[in-house]
């Protein structure tokens, strides 16, 4: 596997290029409530939907904006490969087809959640799905990143919906969801399940009705 090698200059490189990137394609980066609370004591994993190719950079920079902890987004080893520089920024990878790799992938998951400077991001839909697509492909993977012997790890949901209204460009709106302790995920997964589809109908409701509590541009 690869692991993350965070580098100051790629933020320094990569950051405007984002900011600019977004702007210049979104007429609005709309949050429909407030960042939750998450306990300083507990590790974190950021579990957003996927609906194009936007999704990384949606992410990277909802993060910037809220959190101030170390991020690392976790990958597909052949597009990790192609796609050096992101290693920079804190993308680490796993290749599905190899059991050692999903071993070395996950062990390296719980190290990073075992140190609260760390959040990691994973994608549990795996690949880019339509966002109004029911169901969706949910992985029940994410159980085998959580170690709940070893740290509190808290796992929080995030929506993103491209959504036209009047302008040329679209807007971009963000739902959090709630934040559960993994174990409750890790005992039954129709939790993680629910909560998941749940953040996604209400971030449904917020973009029909123009209900935002902000723009974070």
Not at 54 to 75: E, N, T
Not at 202 to 212: E, K
Request: some cysteine; hydrophobic content about 40%; overall charge positive.
């Amino acid at each position: 596997m690869i692991k993350a090698a965070h580098r100051w200059w790629a933020r320094t490189i990569f950051n405007p290029y984002v900011d600019r990137l977004l702007r210049e394609n979104f007429s609005n980066f709309y949050r429909v409530n407030e960042y939750p609370t998450i306990p300083d004591d507990c590790g974190l994993v950021i579990t957003p939907n996927h609906i194009s190719w936007w999704d990384g950079f949606f992410i990277y920079y909802a993060c910037r904006k809220f959190l101030r902890r170390r991020g690392h987004i976790l990958m597909l080893e052949s597009q990790l490969k192609r796609y050096w520089f992101f290693q920079k920024l804190g993308a680490y990878s796993i290749n599905p087809q190899g059991p050692k790799s999903i071993a070395e992938t996950t062990q390296y998951t719980r190290e990073l959640l075992s140190n609260l400077e760390n959040f990691v991001v994973i994608y549990p839909q795996g690949d880019i799905e339509p966002y109004e697509k029911r169901p969706l492909a949910l992985k029940k993977g994410l159980h085998l990143f959580i170690d709940t012997k070893a740290a509190k790890v808290r796992v929080l949901f995030v929506g993103f919906k491209i959504q036209y209204y009047n302008q040329k460009n679209p807007a971009v709106i963000m739902r959090f969801g709630d934040c559960l302790a993994a174990q409750s995920i890790v005992q039954d997964f129709n939790v993680f399940e629910n909560k998941f589809y749940e953040n996604l109908e209400l971030l449904s409701q917020a973009a029909f009705t123009g209900t935002f509590a902000g723009d974070i541009f």
